[in-house]
């Protein structure tokens, strides 16, 4: 039988200097994602689980990132990740992340050392997607 693979997108963008972003996926803009959970769902339209386990790596990467970064002295102006969800039937097989980011004084291979460690450490990744070992990460700078 053929892999039933299906893909998920979920993109988080923000200014992270005033700490505002937005989420969004395939079907539309989150503006909370708590609040998403509980009406979408409820109502059977909008986002869809996959969508939504895309927004969260999204996010979540994007934030890591952020904090990484600003520990080590390079305060970001703006990140943004798109997280691509590939899913056989109901498994999650891959996740690749593409984030570019606008961070004042630092160069590309910094920046990319930083996000390949926050690939490794992103908790969202252990939580969501146990035993997962396939995420790829493209990371430029703007």
């Known amino acids: 039988m053929a ?23 395939s079907s539309g803009v989150l503006n909370d994602l708590s609040y998403t959970f509980a009406t979408r769902f409820e109502n059977t339209r909008g986002t869809n689980p996959e969508e939504l386990i895309a927004a969260a790596h999204a996010s979540c990467f994007s ?27 109901l498994k999650i097989t891959r996740i690749h992340l593409t984030t570019e980011g606008v961070v004042p004084g630092i ?15 992103c908790p969202v990744s252990v939580l969501l997607t146990p035993g997962l070992e396939e995420v790829t990460l493209t990371a430029t700078l703007q």
């Open 63 to 89: 934030m890591a990132l952020a904090h990484g970064l600003s520990q080590a002295g390079h305060v970001p102006e703006r990140i943004t990740t798109q997280a691509t969800v590939v899913l056989d039937g």
């Open 3 to 25: 892999e039933l693979l299906r893909h998920a997108l979920g993109t988080w963008t923000g200014d992270l200097r005033s700490g505002s972003g937005q989420l969004s996926t």
């Open 107 to 121: 160069d590309q291979a910094t920046f990319q050392a930083a996000a390949e460690d926050t690939k490794v450490n």
